[in-house]
């Protein structure tokens, strides 16, 4: 097998998480408590970053392809008692992994208990941006210029090359923060000749002008602004002015204050897990209340006081 046959049969990753078990630089094959050494090719490469923040590329083994190195268990066993830390030993669980322990915050933990840490402190950070999310729903829902708005598609399909349509129509609801109607329309967003345009879609011309008197004044509140992209590029089409509010503190997004307020995270990542959006503008806005309501704290057990 040539070179390049050889690199590209090999698999590359970018981060540690994604790199499955089995595998081991050389490094980490002498470091394992009986140590052994490659004895086939690299089988990967990790392009990632070292402890330090810096680029590297690693080449990575297969455990099953090495061998045992040299060393005698009577060496091992010497080389044991010269040690003066308790790196084989999770100074958490008490766990003694193959590979030596990580030091996280002045303890020596093993990757599960590591890991842990690494959760419990991305927990503590979101707690606080659970509260600022808290604070700033309260004071939408303070503000008698709210507008809870979410819009609708009539959507027409692809064409037959696969290409998606742009929609039809768009219907527009917004709501104040008590929960009434402020508007409740369809706008044509195609040609009067085009076909699934729904019946109650007034021209667009019409309906901007409406929303214009009717929100532009307002603050608004989406879910996300990309619910709006299709509207944009309709009335950019059709020369028509923006008619929703614009200007800094007049547009938010909910979706950023329910992914803080959640604060649900994803153990394999330490990251928010994705949220379902609520789909109506009364459910946008229940969801707002919900976040601005005041909760009680879980106090909960330090995660060390059991150290």
């Not at 002498?30 to 392009?47: N, S």
């Not at 970053?49 to 040299?70: F, I, K, Q, W």
Request: net charge neutral; glycine share 6%; with cysteine.
């Amino acid at each position: 097998m040539s070179e390049h046959q050889e690199d590209s049969a090999r698999r590359h990753f970018t981060f540690w998480s994604e790199v499955p078990a089995g595998y081991l630089t050389k490094a980490q094959l002498q470091d394992l408590d009986l140590p052994r050494e490659p004895r086939g090719p690299v089988r990967a490469t990790l392009d990632g970053c070292d402890g330090a923040g810096r680029r590297a590329a690693r080449d990575l083994y297969l455990v099953s392809e090495s061998v045992p190195t040299r060393s005698s268990a009577a060496q091992l066993a010497a080389a044991a008692a010269r040690r003066t830390t308790g790196a084989r030993q999770c100074e958490q669980c008490g766990a003694r992994p193959e590979l030596p322990c990580a030091r996280v915050d002045g303890w020596l933990l093993c990757g599960t208990c590591a890991h842990i840490e690494k959760l419990r402190a991305r927990q503590k950070q979101a707690a606080e941006q659970r509260t600022h999310a808290a604070e700033l729903a309260a004071r939408l829902l303070a503000d008698e210029r709210l507008a809870v708005v979410h819009v609708d598609y009539t959507d027409r399909g692809a064409t037959p090359a696969g290409a998606r349509r742009p929609p039809s129509a768009a219907h527009v609801t917004a709501l104040d923060a008590d929960g009434q109607v402020l508007c409740d329309i369809s706008m044509r967003l195609v040609s009067p000749r085009s076909q699934g345009i729904p019946q109650d879609a007034v021209a667009p011309e019409e309906a901007a002008a409406h929303l214009r008197r009717t929100l532009a004044r307002r603050v608004m509140l989406v879910w996300n602004t990309d619910g709006l992209v299709d509207l944009s590029t309709a009335l950019r089409g059709l020369d028509l002015d923006w008619p929703f509010p614009s200007g800094y503190g007049n547009r938010h997004q909910l979706f950023q204050l329910a992914l803080d307020w959640r604060s649900d995270l994803d153990p394999a990542s330490g990251q928010p897990r994705d949220l379902v959006p609520p789909g109506r503008a009364d459910r946008t806005l229940y969801l707002l209340r919900q976040i601005a309501a005041p909760t009680e704290h879980y106090l909960g057990q330090a995660p060390r006081e059991h150290r």
